[in-house]
Nanobody, 115 residues
């Protein structure tokens, strides 16, 4: 089992920045793929970014150059630094872990970007 708790969501103006955090309760954090997804009202959940256990990162095209994912294995935490935020980034952001042949999800944190 992997439990994930997101934090850091907030209301921010367009052009602003936020850093999301996801704390994972697992003894194998350093070995697992961690990612971020988001879901806007009325839309399907979509991939944002992930980071492998080796620190290799991958981003959706719509966040390249603006968002940055990182992980701190000593703290069992993954981060998503979001810069140059746009109103279309408004969504609930979910942390994801792929471990034990399963997908695990947090409850999400709300990010609202005002124009």
């Amino acid at each position: 089992q992997v439990q994930l708790v997101e934090s850091g969501g907030d209301l921010v103006q367009a052009g602003g920045s936020l850093r999301l955090s996801c704390a994972a309760s697992t003894g194998i954090f350093s070995t697992i793929l961690m990612g971020w997804y988001r879901q806007a009202p009325g839309k399907q959940r979509e991939f944002v970014s992930h980071i492998t256990r080796d620190g290799i990162t991958y981003y959706a095209n719509f966040v390249k150059g603006r968002f940055s994912i990182s992980r701190d294995n000593a703290k069992n935490t993954v981060y998503l630094q979001m810069n140059s935020l746009k109103p279309e980034d408004t969504a609930v952001y979910y942390c994801n872990a792929q471990a034990y042949n399963n997908n695990y999800w947090g409850r999400g944190t709300q990010v609202t970007v005002s124009s």
